[in-house]
């Protein structure tokens, strides 16, 4: 590459806000449980890091389980391919490679039953699928609720903060509860009407609030998230910066 090729490059990364460049954590815990509990959306929103690594904010992912409906199935010639629901997020894409030396080993689950399916998390053609290690089918309608149990207990044991079971943190900062019911009709998910509710909050002034203070207030949510919702919300223009590019008013005020 050329000189004029790398100035380039570089003034390109120069022109990205400091709190939309996505960092390496400095330092990765990795899951003590030898299969982790999760949902659909929790895969979802997972962060990659490298080579295939993933992480729940600070939290290396290595095995996982989830439990849902098997909404529809690709059959291919190497592998299998279902789309599990768990009503968490959208359904999320299952692969099986077939086993030639025992094909009554394999489970075929087909559409409308419930499954639970541990493997680990992987990108297929640019998008996140599990790579299944074992699919069985449910038979018993109370292992769904357990599972959604399962994850909500994992979660606060590893990170120390509630959850409800679709994954959305309970806020608990200083006592104080931030609600995102009062941004409902922009059609807002729950994270994004939450940090829509804390740049509105902060917007009685001329500078707003900073990157940092919002993720501090809220440390619940998690900083990819956090920086996540606040691009969707500057690109729909519901925020809008102020004195630089860190600090945030809500175009309400």
Same mark, same amino acid.
């Given at each position: 590459?050329?000189?004029?090729?790398?100035?380039?490059?570089?003034?390109?990364?120069?022109?990205? !806000?400091?709190?939309?460049?996505?960092t390496?954590? %400095?330092?990765?815990?990795? %899951?003590?449980?030898?299969?982790?509990p999760c949902?659909?959306?929790?895969?979802?929103?997972?962060?990659?890091v490298?080579?295939e690594?993933?992480?729940?904010?600070?939290?290396?992912?290595n095995?996982?389980?989830?439990?849902?409906?098997?909404?529809?199935?690709? !059959?291919?010639a190497?592998?299998? *391919?279902?789309?599990?629901?768990?009503?968490?997020?959208? !359904?999320?894409?299952?692969?099986?490679?077939i086993?030639?030396?025992?094909f009554?080993?394999?489970?075929?689950p087909? !559409?409308?039953?419930?499954?639970? $399916?541990?493997?680990?998390?992987?990108?297929? *053609?640019?998008?996140?699928?599990?790579l %299944?290690?074992?699919?069985r089918?449910?038979?018993?309608?109370?292992?769904?609720?357990?599972?959604?149990?399962? $994850?909500?207990?994992?979660?606060?044991?590893l990170?120390?903060?509630?959850?409800?079971?679709?994954?959305?943190?309970l806020?608990?900062?200083?006592?104080?509860?931030?609600?995102?019911?009062?941004?409902?009709?922009?059609?807002?998910?729950?994270?994004?009407?939450? $940090?829509?509710?804390?740049?509105?909050?902060?917007?009685?002034?001329?500078?707003g609030?900073?990157?940092?203070?919002?993720?501090?207030l809220?440390?619940?949510?998690g900083?990819?998230?956090?920086?996540?919702?606040?691009?969707?919300? $500057?690109n729909?223009?519901?925020?809008?910066?102020?004195?630089?590019?860190?600090?945030?008013?809500?175009?309400?005020?």
């Amino acid at each position: 590459m050329n000189g004029s090729g790398k100035a380039a490059i570089s003034e390109a990364s120069r022109e990205l !806000p400091g709190w939309m460049k996505v960092t390496k954590p %400095a330092e990765m815990r990795k %899951a003590t449980l030898q299969i982790l509990p999760c949902t659909v959306s929790q895969l979802l929103s997972a962060c990659p890091v490298h080579n295939e690594v993933f992480t729940i904010r600070d939290l290396e992912l290595n095995q996982v389980s989830i439990v849902g409906i098997v909404r529809r199935s690709s !059959p291919c010639a190497t592998y299998d *391919q279902y789309y599990v629901d768990d009503m968490t997020g959208p !359904p999320l894409s299952v692969r099986q490679w077939i086993n030639t030396d025992d094909f009554s080993a394999q489970v075929d689950p087909e !559409p409308g039953v419930y499954v639970k $399916v541990h493997g680990s998390l992987r990108v297929f *053609q640019g998008k996140k699928s599990l790579l %299944a290690k074992d699919i069985r089918c449910v038979k018993d309608s109370n292992e769904i609720t357990s599972h959604m149990l399962e $994850v909500v207990y994992a979660h606060m044991q590893l990170f120390g903060k509630g959850c409800d079971v679709n994954m959305n943190a309970l806020p608990v900062s200083d006592g104080v509860q931030i609600s995102a019911e009062g941004h409902a009709e922009y059609g807002l998910s729950t994270v994004q009407g939450q $940090v829509m509710h804390v740049v509105s909050q902060h917007s009685g002034n001329d500078v707003g609030i900073s990157f940092r203070d919002l993720v501090t207030l809220l440390d619940y949510i998690g900083v990819e998230d956090v920086r996540k919702s606040l691009a969707f919300l $500057v690109n729909e223009g519901h925020v809008f910066y102020t004195v630089d590019e860190n600090h945030f008013k809500s175009t309400e005020h």
